[in-house]
């Protein structure tokens, strides 16, 4: 019975979103204010419903009701209670609902909110949403039923959850990757409410500003902790390989930085109101065209788990409709929308706009190397493949160039900058491409570009940051409050290009075969082969070797315990490393081949600074929470000082 | 056959590279030969994987695939030299970097031409609007 009842839910949500999506539009056309006083009740029926429907689906398999298709495929009642609920988005029709509740519960959270004064543009977001909605809901029904049923003949045992899903990787990298997608499409919303309205005020723009933080935070977060998930599971191209679905999150990842960046220039100077909303609808299509791309299977990847060619159409259909409207509106009314381009190119705004394009180039860059083999094979021109060291050469360049235009902008006035102003900033570059130089003479490793570009990007980063501070010292607090979120969030892009330079250029690496009593010493460390144990887990069984691990004054620090798994549901084999860390390095091993009877073929890996890379996505994180928060708490208190002027419903007046 | 050629090359050491024919010319210390060997293998596409380089690809092919980069290592072979003799045997497709030609063309050198492109683009816009300024009498100064 419950599946039933989440799919009628499903079905009125449906419904209702149709409704929503049309209703707030013709009021607004037609001037009928009784109309347009039914979006706040339709946006909460859309909202319960599809709501309550992924709590069906949520029942269903914490009850393992096994007439479910979906729980079928991808539960099993030997599974842990908290995989079952992450198996909810664990495989692509649950993780289209998830995607939409959280879509229903942001707009709804917008609609209900007192702070978001302009109605209209509210009434006008909210349609857009609920027309998204309609599109994924329809998909869904039509094509990815979640709630399809096996009678009468339902299994008695579900298939598992993948074996490689069963990782707390499942319980937080999808939901952070989709709550930033669901981001993106309520700026893209934002941004057709505007473009439909004929302005981008600063109102609007306030508003607009938490909402790309937000998005850019969760977008941040997805990459940071599926980038650490690859890194812990062998196979997956270490901590980032530029696979197709790894370049999938992060296109929109880059857009969304652009996007920032440009809604703060907006919110604050009133100023590149066309490019926000060209990067909106732009951030918008790239996260669907990553979904198309990730779920059709077309692209050859190693984290491909809920591929199939006939959903492919169907997202692709979605993302025509989509972006031709959007993109034949921007066309249309972008000429409406004006800002003044009063500054020079040597000033704040403008290296922002700078490294906006620097930023979105690079997105575009990632976006063709995606795509190159494809095009080939369309073309039939040949095979070929694109991979990391095509997108590093690409890539790295880009980045130096956006963290030299990072450390400078904090440092320049708005409007116009004098050349002699940016006198202290040569000479602050001129340092960092000497602390580079040196440090790459002192660790012999001779000319290397890729190291100059590194060391010397993250120096000049980190020294800005503290010319920074130093000219802030007389400001207190207040000051220092105020730039903190940008601090903080570019100090976590110094750490991590610091984590990424050093475990690219002076990892340490053995391939050997390895048993018993054996030893091997790899940058100091002696790793000496113990002994094989067997391990028996609740859903795997593992070959474990244990593996002690001594330091270079012959201190015993650890054992070091990679595992080769085989589930017991399917007899799936999986080869987890093991990894010890802190702060200055990972010890990393991991077991492959059997060799002979008692020896494998074993890798170890010593991995300097390697943490560094995700604390830098976590600093990121914080800065960008910090600047999402009080800038929701801002439009609290810019609202308190208005409400005495205007009345809280809107009157027919504002409405035409 | 493939742990063969695996103990073959894992039990490779000094003395039994006196026993393989030096075709290459090149003379690698063991370190260089780990290296080099490793960089090889990152940079090149195993053919039976879904999408692994050969390093971390534990597909019997890609075990080959190092065992024999290591062998024409030890046989002093230049990086270049061993590349090109995989990519006659299994294609284009096996490097990760696609080398510079006629089709790749955009490929390479897209990224460049948009950046200068967007860049004239908006220094053209921005002067154009100063200009307007100006013409206008209010100038932002």
């Known amino acids: 019975m419950i599946p039933e009842l989440g799919l009628i839910l499903l079905i009125i949500s449906t419904v209702s979103s149709l409704l929503l999506a049309v209703i707030p539009l013709v009021a607004l056309n037609t001037k009928n204010h009784y109309l347009f006083s039914y979006v706040k009740t339709l946006t909460g029926l859309m909202t319960f419903t599809i709501t309550a429907s992924i709590l069906c689906l949520l029942i269903s398999f914490i009850t393992d009701d096994f007439s479910v298709a979906y729980v079928a495929n991808h539960s099993n009642t030997q599974l842990a209670l908290l995989y079952k609920v992450a198996a909810v988005w664990g495989s692509h029709e649950g993780s289209m609902l998830f995607w939409v509740v959280a879509i229903a519960i942001w707009g709804c959270i917008i609609v209900f909110s007192s702070k978001y004064r302009d109605r209209l543009f509210v009434g006008r977001l909210i349609a ?118 790894e370049n999938a999150s992060f296109i929109p990842w880059l857009v969304a930085t652009a996007l920032l960046h440009s809604v703060v220039l907006s919110h604050r100077r009133d100023s590149f109101k066309v490019t926000t909303l060209l990067l909106c609808l732009l951030a918008f299509s790239l996260s669907l065209l990553g979904t198309f791309l990730v779920r059709s299977g077309i692209v050859q990847s190693v984290h491909a788990f809920a591929s199939d060619p006939t959903r492919g159409m169907s997202i692709l259909f979605l993302l025509g409709v989509f972006v031709c409207g959007a993109l034949t509106l921007f066309a249309l009314k972008a000429n409406q929308i004006k800002s003044e381009l009063n500054f020079t190119l040597v000033s704040r705004d403008g290296v922002i706009l700078l490294g906006n394009i620097v930023l979105v180039v690079a997105a575009i860059s990632v976006l063709l190397g995606t795509f190159y083999p494809l095009l080939f094979e369309l073309l039939d021109i040949g095979t070929l493949s694109v991979g990391a060291p095509y997108f590093n050469s690409i890539f790295i360049p880009l980045t130096f160039m956006a963290v030299l235009l990072m450390g400078a902008a904090p440092l320049i006035s708005w409007q116009r900058e004098k050349f002699s102003a940016l006198r202290p900033l040569i000479v602050l570059f001129i340092i960092s491409l000497a602390i580079a130089e040196a440090l790459s003479m002192l660790t012999g490793s001779g000319f290397n570009i890729w190291l100059l570009l590194g060391a010397t990007s993250a120096t000049w980063l980190l020294l800005c ?54 030893g091997k010493v790899v940058a100091g460390y002696t790793f000496v082969y113990e002994n094989t144990i067997n391990v028996d887990e609740k859903s795997y069984t593992a070959i474990q070797a244990n593996i002690r691990v001594t330091d270079a004054n012959d201190n015993f620090i650890g054992y070091i315990t990679p595992q080769r798994q085989t589930f017991k549901t399917n007899a799936m084999e999986v080869s987890k490393a093991g990894i010890m860390r802190n702060i200055f390095r990972d010890l990393y091993v991991s077991s492959g081949l059997q060799l002979s009877d008692t020896e494998y073929l074993i890798r170890i890996s010593y991995k300097p600074l390697a943490c560094w890379i995700w604390l830098g996505g976590l600093l990121m994180m914080l800065g960008g929470t910090i600047a999402a928060l009080s800038g929701i708490y801002r439009l609290r208190v810019h609202q308190t000082v208005t409400s005495n002027s205007k009345p809280l419903n809107i009157t027919m007046g504002e409405l035409a | 056959m493939r742990t063969l050629i695996l103990i073959i090359l894992l039990s490779l050491s000094p003395s039994t590279m006196a026993a393989t024919p030096m075709t290459g010319g090149i003379t690698y210390t063991q370190d260089q030969i780990r290296d080099i060997g490793f960089e090889i293998s990152y940079e090149l596409r195993c053919p039976m994987s879904i999408n692994q380089n050969l390093f971390d690809s534990q597909a019997p092919i890609a075990n080959e695939l190092k065992a024999q980069i290591f062998l024409m290592l030890e046989q002093g072979e230049s990086k270049k030299a061993i590349i090109e003799f995989l990519v006659q045997r299994y294609g284009e497709k096996i490097k990760y970097q696609p080398s510079f030609s006629a089709t790749t063309a955009m490929l390479w050198l897209g990224p460049l031409f948009l950046l200068l492109t967007i860049i004239a683009i908006a220094a053209m816009l921005i002067r154009e609007q100063h200009k307007h300024q100006r013409t206008n009498g209010n100038s932002y100064e």
């Open chain 1, 128 to 245: 857009i949403l609920a027309s998204v909605i309609a599109g994924f809901n329809l998909f869904m029904l039509f094509t990815s039923n979640p709630f399809a049923r096996l009678l009468p003949n339902f299994p008695i045992e579900g298939r598992d959850l993948n074996p490689i899903l069963q990782d707390i990787g499942l319980i937080f990298h999808p939901p952070l990757l989709f709550l930033g997608y669901v981001g993106l499409t309520v700026t893209f919303a934002a941004a057709i409410a505007a473009l439909l309205g004929g302005k981008l005020t600063r109102t609007h723009a306030s508003y607009l500003r938490p909402w790309v933080l937000l998005a850019w935070v969760f977008l941040t977060g997805g990459n940071a902790f599926g980038s650490w998930w690859a890194y812990n599971e062998l196979g997956w191209g270490g901590w980032w390989f530029w696979d197709p679905v």
């Open chain 1, 465 to 518: 940051l503290g010319y920074l501070l130093f000219r802030l010292r007389h400001q207190g607090i207040e000051g220092l409050a105020k730039k903190s979120a940008m601090v903080i969030a570019h100090l976590g892009v110094a750490i991590s290009i610091i984590g990424a330079t050093s475990v690219s250029n002076f990892e340490q690496q053995e391939l050997l075969r390895m048993g018993p009593a054996q």
